[in-house]
């Protein structure tokens, strides 16, 4: 199978006075991934009565560096990543990737309006 591609949602513009809902999708299996313009923010939901973990898979930046982010989920929590910039964080094929311990986590990808 392959990862699965999120449904990115965008951030109100600065002059709206409605808000967007923010569509949540589970984990699979294979992870899940976006694709990458530098301008998202990812919220991660658990609504498991568990803690899972959540990694956020990096690549090489220019100074060759490389840091995924591994982050545990308390049990009830929402937690917010990002913005990620492209460097450090786009994977050869456009993308970022997601992934948790237990395909239990929600995920919803926001790009943010200026």
């Known amino acids: 199978m392959a ?3 999120l449904t990115k949602v965008s ?3 600065a002059y709206t006075h409605i808000g967007n809902k923010i569509p949540f999708t589970v984990d699979i299996a294979d992870g899940s991934q976006f694709k990458a313009t530098g301008k998202e923010i990812v919220v991660v939901k658990n609504p498991d009565t568990a803690a899972h973990s959540v990694t956020i898979t990096s690549s090489e ?3 060759n560096r490389t840091k995924d982010i591994s982050k545990s989920i308390p049990t009830g929590e929402q937690h917010v990543f990002g913005v ?3 460097s450090g964080w786009v994977q050869s094929d456009g993308y970022i990737y ?16 200026k």
């Open 98 to 113: 997601l992934s948790d311990s237990d395909n239990t986590l929600e995920f919803a990808v926001i790009t943010i309006k």
């Open 11 to 13: 951030s109100p513009g």
């Open 84 to 86: 990620f910039p492209l």
């Open 3 to 5: 990862r699965q591609t």
């Open 61 to 63: 930046d220019k100074f």
